[in-house]
């Protein structure tokens, strides 16, 4: 169990930073209307509003380095805590910002999961 939730964790959150930095519009199909966002202490929810704030977002291009990823099974029927930290450079930038993002995976009826709670917070210092 343990080790089927560690792959699980570690192939959303490839996923996921490859959409965030190639893709970010992709996005919006891993959420769902009851999902929420936690950016930097704005809370945002709902597929378009989320969708909206992660296409908004005042850079166009950047390239996510992960450092730590751990993942446990929550309290939700097969679901999944994922916490992530690593660096995000933004282009023309000489340097990376660090970050740390925690996501809760919900089981779908499909056989794949989505976002239910997803925070975000810059790490300054």
Request: one cysteine or more.
């Amino acid at each position: 169990m343990e080790e089927q939730v560690e792959l699980v964790g570690r192939a959303f959150v490839d996923h996921f930073y490859h959409l965030f930095d190639n893709d970010r519009s992709s996005l919006s199909s891993l959420y769902q209307p009851t999902s929420m966002l936690t950016f930097e202490g704005q809370k945002i929810q709902g597929v378009d509003e989320i969708s909206t704030k992660l296409n908004q977002l005042p850079f166009d291009q950047c390239q996510h380095v992960i450092s730590t990823i751990d993942s446990q099974p929550s309290s939700f029927t097969g679901g999944i805590m994922v916490f992530v930290s690593g660096s995000l450079q933004l282009a023309g930038e000489e340097h990376s910002l660090r970050f740390s993002q925690m996501f809760h995976l919900i089981p779908t009826p499909q056989g794949s999961y989505f976002v239910q709670n997803d925070i975000f917070r810059l790490n300054y210092g």
